[in-house]
């Protein structure tokens, strides 16, 4: 039968993009501004636009050739796994601030989903909805980045990418009513909920076809280091070392994806709950391996700080990223100052200064 040519949608990380390729939707920078339109072919001029503004990853459309497929013949697992890897690229450009582990990235959930037996189990996890599946989507990527930032083999960063995945699949045992209301249960609800990570470990063990490691890490990703966590109260390094990874993980998206808008205010307060929590509830180390990799704030990002002043992010530093330069340009009624101020966050005349929120 013969075939025609389709175009499917990847992300490029920015080093790998080359004049003529189409974008496939808006590239805006991190305060909602148009920087390359759906549809437009970059050229040079415009990729180097794209890196003045920190864009590390690109969505662009690449042709390929597809045959008519019969409707009786359509594989569910390959529209699937297309969308999946759709949804990794989102994540991939919403948290990672440089393309060192891109494409490395792409390659381990490419080689996950060629396993039949997990792309079955994500499915299940679909149908689970309120975002499971995204919310495991971010989890597996954001563990990727401490993974290969710990210089994992791959064999250890397929059973945590695997793990990271299937983490909440327990959840599809649970009333929809405590799904719906997930943010708002009484004790007795919370008691119910609690159980996700245990209906997990339980069912994944009940198939037989995965390996006892994926299980427990499932089992253990609500764990943590003082045992306040659950189901077991394990403490410390009766916790499997994947399962802290897949912790800091799930509790960082978590919080991201609470928020009615995820901006970079949502991400600075995810990191100072990490920074507050290491060493208490997660492995230091981890976290502050997370904390290197991903990204809070923008060269000329806009902020309003502490005292309502108002300004642009103008210097990041890379030990203290919440603590940036910002030249302030008006003050806390909007008057534009005769001359900008600059003011570095991280010295102590201005040590009980901080950024307030973002300006979208």
Request: zero cysteines; charged letters at 20%.
């Given at each position: 039968m013969a075939g025609q040519l389709q175009e499917k949608i990847e992300t490029?990380?920015?080093?790998?993009?080359t004049p003529g390729i189409r974008v496939s939707q808006d590239?805006?920078?991190?305060?909602?501004?148009?920087?390359?339109?759906?549809?437009?072919?970059?050229?040079?001029?415009?990729?180097?636009?794209?890196k003045q503004f920190g864009i590390t990853c690109v969505p662009v459309f690449v042709a390929q050739q597809i045959s008519n497929?019969?409707?009786?013949?359509?594989?569910?697992?390959?529209?699937?796994?297309?969308?999946?890897?759709?949804?990794?690229?989102?994540?991939?450009?919403?948290?990672?601030?440089?393309?060192?582990?891109?494409?490395?990235?792409?390659?381990?959930?490419?080689?996950i989903t060629k396993d039949d037996i997990l792309?079955?189990?994500?499915?299940?996890?679909?149908?689970?909805?309120?975002?499971?599946?995204?919310?495991?989507?971010?989890?597996?990527?954001?563990?990727?980045?401490?993974?290969l930032k710990n210089h994992f083999p791959v064999d250890r960063l397929m059973v945590l990418g695997q793990s990271a995945l299937l983490h909440d699949i327990g959840k599809?045992?649970?009333?929809?009513?405590?799904?719906?209301?997930?943010?708002?249960?009484?004790?007795?609800?919370k008691k119910v909920f609690e159980q996700h990570a245990l209906f997990g470990f339980e069912y994944l063990q009940s198939l037989g076809k995965l390996p006892y490691e994926i299980s427990r890490i499932v089992l253990q990703h609500h764990e943590r280091l003082d045992g306040s966590g659950?189901?077991?109260?394990?403490?410390?390094?009766?916790?499997?070392?994947?399962?802290?990874?897949?912790?800091?993980?799930?509790?960082?998206?978590?919080?991201?994806?609470?928020?009615?808008?995820?901006?970079?205010?949502?991400?600075?307060?995810a990191i100072e709950f990490l920074l507050g929590s290491g060493g208490i509830y997660f492995n230091y180390d981890l976290s502050t391996c997370l904390l290197d990799e991903i990204t809070v704030y923008?060269?000329?990002?806009?902020?309003?700080?502490?005292?309502?002043?108002?300004?642009?992010?103008?210097?990041?530093?890379?030990?203290?990223?919440?603590?940036?330069?910002?030249?302030?340009?008006?003050d806390k009624f909007k008057q534009k100052y005769?001359?900008?101020?600059?003011?570095?966050?991280?010295?102590?005349?201005?040590?009980?200064l901080f950024i307030k929120c973002t300006l979208d």
């Open positions: 490029f990380s920015i080093s790998n993009v590239i805006k920078d991190k305060n909602g501004f148009l920087l390359v339109g759906a549809n437009t072919e970059l050229t040079d001029r415009l990729i180097d636009k794209l497929v019969p409707i009786n013949n359509i594989n569910l697992n390959e529209i699937f796994r297309e969308q999946l890897l759709n949804s990794v690229n989102t994540s991939i450009v919403n948290f990672i601030k440089n393309d060192t582990f891109v494409d490395r990235i792409v390659q381990i959930i490419t080689d792309m079955s189990l994500l499915i299940e996890i679909k149908t689970i909805g309120h975002n499971v599946l995204m919310h495991s989507i971010n989890v597996f990527t954001l563990s990727m980045l401490i993974g599809k045992f649970l009333p929809s009513e405590i799904l719906d209301n997930a943010r708002n249960l009484s004790s007795e609800e659950y189901p077991g109260k394990l403490s410390k390094d009766d916790i499997h070392k994947l399962a802290q990874i897949v912790a800091i993980t799930d509790s960082f998206a978590s919080i991201i994806e609470g928020q009615e808008r995820a901006n970079r205010f949502a991400f600075a307060e923008h060269i000329y990002d806009w902020v309003v700080l502490s005292n309502d002043d108002i300004g642009i992010i103008t210097k990041i530093h890379d030990s203290t990223p919440l603590r940036p330069v910002v030249t302030v340009f008006f005769s001359f900008p101020k600059q003011i570095d966050l991280t010295t102590k005349t201005y040590i009980n």
